[in-house]
C-alpha cells in the first residue's frame, strides 16, 4: 500500500478539524523560533488534518498546507471555504515537491520528517524551498536511543504489542540530523524527557503510567538524560 493511499484511508475515516490551543506547547516553540509572522509565506509540510495550519493562518501568515493525502487536502479547503479563512491554502503534493510550489519565509513540520526518503534529497529541496533568512522547526521523534530502536525492530507490532504509523516509517535518525546540519544551522531541544513512559503504552497497555512517567520527569532535570528522549524539536536557519 502506498503512503498516499495510506493516509487517504485515514482521513477517509476520521476527520478533525480543530484550532489548536494557545498553550500548544509544540507551536508555542515554533512561534518562538519563527517570531512575528503576520504577512509571512509559511508552509505547513505534512498538514495532515490542517490544525497547527489554521494556527498559524490566525497569527497573519499566509499559510500553503501541503499533504499526500488528497482526502486531507480536500477537508482543509472545505474547511476554510465555510469559514472564510483566505489566507491558507491547501495543496496535495510530496514533500519532495515543494521546491516547485514557491519559497518560504518559515517552513513548519510535525512528525513528518521520518517519513522522507532518500533523506538527503529532501534536504537539499528544503534548502531550496526556503527564502534567505527564512527558518524551519520541525518536531520529531528520534532514533537516538539503541534501546528504544531494539525494542522497536525486535518487539512492536508482536507478542499483541501494538504499531502505529505506517510500515515504511522510521524514527528521525542521528546521520538524518547531520545531513541536516549540511545545509542548515541546527539547535535540537527536547521538550520533555519520553523514555520509561512508551513501557506503559506499549508493553503494559496503560499500567503503570503515571509512575513511569514521573521517572521520567525527574530524569529530564540532568541534561545528560534527554537526548535519550523519543521527542525532539530541531530548530533550522
Same mark, same amino acid.
Given at each position: 500500500?502506498?503512503?498516499?493511499?495510506? @493516509?487517504?484511508? &485515514?482521513?477517509?475515516?476520521?476527520?478533525?478539524?480543530?484550532?489548536?490551543?494557545?498553550?500548544?506547547?509544540?507551536?508555542?516553540?515554533?512561534?518562538?523560533?519563527?517570531?512575528?509572522?503576520?504577512?509571512?509565506?509559511?508552509?505547513?509540510?505534512?498538514?495532515?488534518?490542517?490544525?497547527?495550519?489554521? =494556527?498559524?493562518?490566525?497569527?497573519?501568515?499566509?499559510?500553503?498546507?501541503?499533504?499526500?493525502?488528497?482526502?486531507?487536502?480536500?477537508?482543509?479547503?472545505?474547511?476554510?471555504?465555510?469559514?472564510?479563512?483566505?489566507?491558507?491554502?491547501?495543496?496535495?503534493a510530496s514533500a519532495f515537491?515543494?521546491?516547485?510550489?514557491?519559497?518560504?519565509?518559515?517552513?513548519?513540520?510535525?512528525? &513528518?520528517?521520518?517519513?522522507?526518503?532518500?533523506?538527503?534529497?529532501?534536504?537539499?529541496?528544503?534548502?531550496?524551498?526556503?527564502?534567505?533568512?527564512?527558518?524551519?522547526?520541525?518536531?520529531?521523534?528520534?532514533?537516538?536511543?539503541?534501546?528504544?530502536? @531494539?525494542?522497536?525492530?525486535?518487539?512492536?507490532?508482536?507478542?499483541?504489542?501494538?504499531?502505529?504509523?505506517?510500515?515504511?516509517?522510521?524514527?528521525?535518525?542521528?546521520?538524518?540530523?547531520?545531513?541536516l546540519e549540511k545545509n542548515?544551522?541546527?539547535?535540537?531541544?527536547?521538550?520533555?524527557?519520553?523514555?520509561?513512559?512508551?513501557?506503559?503504552?506499549?508493553?503494559?497497555?496503560?499500567?503503570?503510567?503515571?509512575?513511569?512517567?514521573?521517572?521520567?520527569? =525527574?530524569?529530564?532535570?540532568?541534561?545528560?538524560?534527554?537526548?535519550?528522549?523519543?521527542?525532539?524539536?530541531?530548530?533550522?536557519?
Amino acid at each position: 500500500m502506498s503512503q498516499q493511499v495510506f @493516509w487517504d484511508n &485515514i482521513y477517509a475515516q476520521h476527520s478533525n478539524i480543530n484550532f489548536r490551543q494557545e498553550d500548544d506547547e509544540v507551536l508555542l516553540a515554533a512561534m518562538s523560533h519563527f517570531g512575528d509572522v503576520t504577512g509571512a509565506k509559511l508552509l505547513d509540510l505534512g498538514c495532515g488534518d490542517g490544525d497547527t495550519s489554521l =494556527y498559524f493562518a490566525s497569527k497573519g501568515a499566509n499559510v500553503v498546507a501541503v499533504d499526500i493525502s488528497q482526502v486531507a487536502v480536500d477537508n482543509l479547503t472545505a474547511f476554510c471555504r465555510q469559514n472564510n479563512i483566505p489566507n491558507l491554502t491547501a495543496i496535495q503534493a510530496s514533500a519532495f515537491d515543494i521546491a516547485k510550489i514557491d519559497k518560504f519565509d518559515f517552513v513548519f513540520g510535525n512528525m &513528518i520528517l521520518h517519513h522522507l526518503e532518500p533523506f538527503a534529497e529532501f534536504s537539499d529541496i528544503l534548502r531550496a524551498s526556503i527564502l534567505p533568512g527564512g527558518k524551519a522547526f520541525f518536531h520529531e521523534n528520534s532514533a537516538f536511543s539503541d534501546i528504544l530502536i @531494539w525494542f522497536r525492530n525486535n518487539l512492536v507490532g508482536k507478542f499483541g504489542i501494538p504499531k502505529y504509523g505506517d510500515d515504511e516509517e522510521f524514527p528521525l535518525m542521528p546521520k538524518e540530523v547531520q545531513i541536516l546540519e549540511k545545509n542548515f544551522s541546527v539547535k535540537v531541544e527536547h521538550p520533555e524527557l519520553v523514555f520509561f513512559g512508551l513501557a506503559s503504552v506499549y508493553l503494559l497497555k496503560g499500567h503503570f503510567h503515571k509512575q513511569l512517567q514521573g521517572l521520567d520527569n =525527574y530524569l529530564f532535570q540532568f541534561p545528560s538524560f534527554r537526548k535519550y528522549s523519543y521527542r525532539q524539536f530541531l530548530l533550522l536557519s
